[in-house]
């Protein structure tokens, strides 16, 4: 049970958020730079005539991440929200924050619900354009130019071989009390005519996981490396320097899984036991 749940003095609300990462220093508040959880906090605060609102967020994103399906949930005192008419306080927030960020929906949290810890699956996009001259201008913001060709047969050839429960240290930004195995439940490649998406699901990403696992299967795409590379990569457990992590440009969140509401608290105790040290690293 949660400081939150234990305290009957506070109200839990679930928040539903998107952004255009391209003009955010990333998710998390930071002194002096424009950040999304900045800019909803002070919303918030400045709404419900609080002195201070924190957020719990699903995953932090990196700066220039995008997200259409971003969740995060706030502690309130019950005097300073009404809970029968969120509608008018997500209303409120819209005119408040800028275009590049809405929050979409607010609600009440059910008991044992925990943005983070909650949390059963994340779902991230990351699209790329290989052909520079067929590229869209109306998509610039979210979709990553890429000069060559890539093969996407090869590259999900590659990427089957990472499925499955793994240490993937290989492929993420270490940080001290933080585990970095993680299930990745897909990671699959679509083409339409010039553009090409990755759908990476897992029950969660250690810092620069994804755009790292990209990059390192786009040189297979390439032809610069063999199929069976990838997998190699993950089994020596450290670093490649030839695996680069590959532009924040073309990341979004797109969807944050959570179990049914019976479920809630287990699932956000069983995992707060592995990852409780470990800050909910960004993309």
Known sequence: MTPAERDEGVVRLRLDVAY??????GWASQPGLRTVQGVIEDALATILRLPTVSLTVAGRTDAGVHARGQVCHVDLPPAAVDRSDLPRLTSRLTRLLADDVRVRRIEGAPAGFDARFSASWRRYTYRMCDSPRAADPLTRRHTLPWPRRLDEAAMNAAAARLLG????????????????????????FQRLDDLVTASVVADAFCHSMVRSLVGCLVGVGEGRHPVEWPASVLRAGC??????VIPALGLTLEE???????????????TRRVRELAPPGGR
């Open 165 to 188: 429960e793994h240490d993937f240290a290989a492929f993420c930004r270490r940080r001290a009390g933080a585990t970095t195995v993680r299930a990745l439940r897909r990671l699959e």
């Open 20 to 25: 255009d990462g391209t003009d955010f220093s």
């Open 239 to 244: 670093r490649d320097s030839r695996v680069k």
């Open 256 to 270: 944050v899984g959570y179990p049914p509401d019976r479920e809630l608290a287990r699932r956000a105790s069983q």
